[in-house]
């Protein structure tokens, strides 16, 4: 016999259906709501692995066709020059005058200069220029000399930051060195008399500090130890690393950690001043490059034929290992790509070792800067430029 309801039960039945319809409703809205605040807590671990998802880099073959018009431009005087690149202006230094191109090289301005032995310097539009072994140096742009200095001892390195702070490392009377450091109107706010010699020095947090290296020896090894200084704080010495098994040639300083470019090694030393990773060359290293904690460094053994680019992604992570067909020339990092000249070709890598564009060239170059749009070649005695797409 079937199952008789009234009309009472079967509204009360209905009301029961309706009421386990809104409690699953609302279950499943506290999940996901729920879900939703882990994903947001924990987004920086999650956000970064996903980028690049479904993006296929397809490898951009630039023509290396050179540019006319005012290219090449030619290069005068009786030794090598000097070629750099800052915010659209190319920088020239001979033995006698800094030129100041446009990135179509339109001459600017040409300012002559009494250096015998001239170092070129640029950051954010502006030069440094100073005497190697001299006592001059000045600070300008394509209009004008912010300020110059006659140092009371010879000069043997100087350095501008981003944020047109000056620092200069002389000799000394009664110690090592000495490093003076200007402000971007060329008052001096930090002095410093170092028994150790300094071999270069890196800016920092927005120029308040620096990193810089110095040669020691270490059970009868040379290493390079690094130190940070606050030119503000009263105690200016911050930390100072234990010896980097390699004489360093440059040094960079970064919000991650400072990388060391030597002879014979390269590595970094984080910001607690201990050393985090160390890459022994198998050869010869041509240059080395680094920006914003990536670096990268070009190797050639000619023995055997073995010429590499070694990458590496920031401080503490495995470098990668790019191998080359030819002999390395030079190297630069730019926009978070390397980009590494060889004796036939200009290749870009992204730190995660795809190869992003390439271009051909035809002549022998020593060295090159890139710009936002261009690559300009470094011939014996002329620039050259090329159009080069990277895809970033």
């Not at 070629?83 to 040409?110: E, F, P």
């Amino acid at each position: 016999m079937p199952n008789m309801y009234d009309a009472d039960d079967i509204v009360d039945l209905k009301n029961r259906k309706k009421r386990k319809k809104r409690l699953i409703k609302f279950t499943v809205f506290l999940i996901v709501i729920l879900l939703a605040g882990i994903l947001y807590a924990t987004r920086e671990s999650w956000i970064s692995k996903l980028k690049g998802i479904g993006k296929q880099y397809k490898t951009i073959v630039n023509s290396g066709k050179l540019a006319e018009g005012n290219f090449p431009i030619e290069v005068g005087g009786d030794s090598g020059y000097q070629l750099r690149y800052t915010v659209k202006r190319i920088m020239v230094q001979n033995d006698s005058y800094l030129y100041i191109y446009d990135t179509d090289g339109a001459l600017l301005k040409k300012r002559q200069h009494v250096y015998t032995n001239p170092i070129l310097r640029v950051a954010n539009g502006k030069a440094l220029v100073y005497e190697n072994g001299g006592n001059e140096f000045s600070v300008e742009d394509e209009d004008e000399v912010f300020y110059s200095e006659r140092m009371p001892n010879t000069i043997y390195f100087a350095r501008l930051s981003s944020d047109g702070v000056t620092a200069v490392v002389t000799g000394s009377e009664n110690y090592t060195c000495e490093l003076t450091v200007y402000g971007k109107k060329g008052n001096v706010i930090y002095e410093r008399k170092c028994t150790e010699m300094i071999t270069d020095l890196s800016f920092i947090r927005k120029s308040a500090g620096c990193v810089m290296s110095y040669i020691a020896a270490e059970n009868g090894h040379l290493v390079t130890n690094i130190k940070e200084i606050d030119f503000k704080d009263k105690n200016p010495e911050v930390w100072s690393s234990p010896g980097l098994n390699t004489v360093g040639l440059e040094i960079y300083g970064s919000s991650v950690g400072t990388f060391v470019y030597g002879t014979d090694g390269c590595g970094y030393v984080n910001t607690a001043g201990e050393i985090t990773s160390f890459y022994q060359y198998d050869g010869e290293a041509v240059a080395g490059a680094s920006i914003g904690g990536s670096s990268a460094v070009v190797i050639n053994n000619d023995v055997r034929r073995h010429y590499i680019a070694v990458l590496f992604p920031s401080e503490g992570k495995d470098p990668l290992t790019i191998e080359l067909t030819t002999p390395a020339v030079d190297v630069s990092v730019f926009k978070g790509l390397a980009y590494i000249m060889t004796q036939e070709e200009v290749l870009a890598y992204d730190f995660s070792g795809n190869l992003r564009s390439t271009a051909a060239i035809s002549d022998s170059y020593t060295g090159f800067v890139r710009s936002d749009d261009h690559i300009f070649l470094k011939g014996y005695n002329k620039i050259d430029r090329i159009d080069y797409d990277a895809g970033d």
